[in-house]
Every structure is written in structure tokens, then in C-alpha cells.
């Protein structure tokens, strides 16, 4: 069993920067794909950015190209989202989620485990 924990979320202003963190527990994290998604009040749950298992593909959404950056230490189970020039909209709750049968995937259904969720809240 996958157990992942979110944290480095919190109250920010427009313009700052945050970085989270996913601590995975079990064995699969350094062969897995690993999700950054976010869901802001009244809207659906929406694809940030994902890694691939090696580094090697790092599929961003269009609203957070540039301005932030995934990336992951396999050696520490950890998966990071270094989020930089916030924005009011990029207030939500923010969940990493990992993936055992793909090699990266920007799609929530192929995503096998989830965190509990961290929120971010921009303001200005």
C-alpha cells in the first residue's frame, strides 16, 4: 500500500513563491509516475504538471508553464512543485498522486494513488 502526504501549502501573496513537497511511503515511488493536481472551489480537479519515474518527461499545464517546475528525489521518496510568480487563480487545494502503469500522464484516471491534499492560497 501507497501512502502519499502533501505539505509546504499555505497563505502567500500574489507574485510570491511556494514550494510543496509529496512524501511517498512503499517501494514503488522510484519506478512510478508522480501527478501534481489542484482543485479550486467550485471547479473540477485540473492537471498542473507530472514527472516521469526518471526525470525524463515533465508535461506541464499551460497556466503554470514557466512559472512552476516539478521535479522528484528518488532517493528520498519525494516529489516537489516549486511554484514561483503565484497568481489569485492558482488558489486551490493541491493533491500529488502517483502512477504505477504509466510512464507520465497529465490524465487523473491513470493515476493509482492520491494524497490528501494541501491547500494554497494566493492573495493580494
Known amino acids: 500500500q501507497v501512502q502519499l502526504v502533501e505539505s509546504g501549502g499555505g497563505l502567500v501573496q500574489a507574485g510570491g513563491s511556494l514550494r510543496l513537497s509529496c512524501a511517498a511511503s512503499?517501494?514503488?515511488?522510484?519506478?512510478?509516475?508522480m501527478g501534481w493536481f489542484r482543485q479550486a472551489p467550485g471547479k473540477e480537479r485540473e492537471f498542473v504538471a507530472a514527472?516521469?519515474?526518471?526525470?525524463?518527461?515533465?508535461p506541464y499545464s499551460d497556466s503554470v508553464k514557466g512559472r512552476f517546475t516539478i521535479s522528484r528525489d528518488n532517493a528520498k521518496n519525494t516529489v516537489y512543485l516549486q511554484m514561483n510568480s503565484l497568481k489569485l487563480e492558482d488558489t486551490a487545494v493541491y493533491y500529488c498522486?502517483?502512477?504505477?502503469?504509466?510512464?507520465?500522464?497529465?490524465?487523473?484516471?491513470?493515476?493509482?494513488?492520491w494524497g490528501q491534499g494541501t491547500q494554497v492560497t494566493v492573495s493580494s
Open positions: 514527472i516521469s519515474w526518471n526525470g525524463g518527461s515533465t
Open positions: 498522486a502517483l502512477g504505477t502503469r504509466i510512464y507520465v500522464s497529465i490524465m487523473e484516471g491513470l493515476y493509482d494513488y
Open positions: 512503499g517501494r514503488t515511488f522510484s519506478r512510478s509516475a
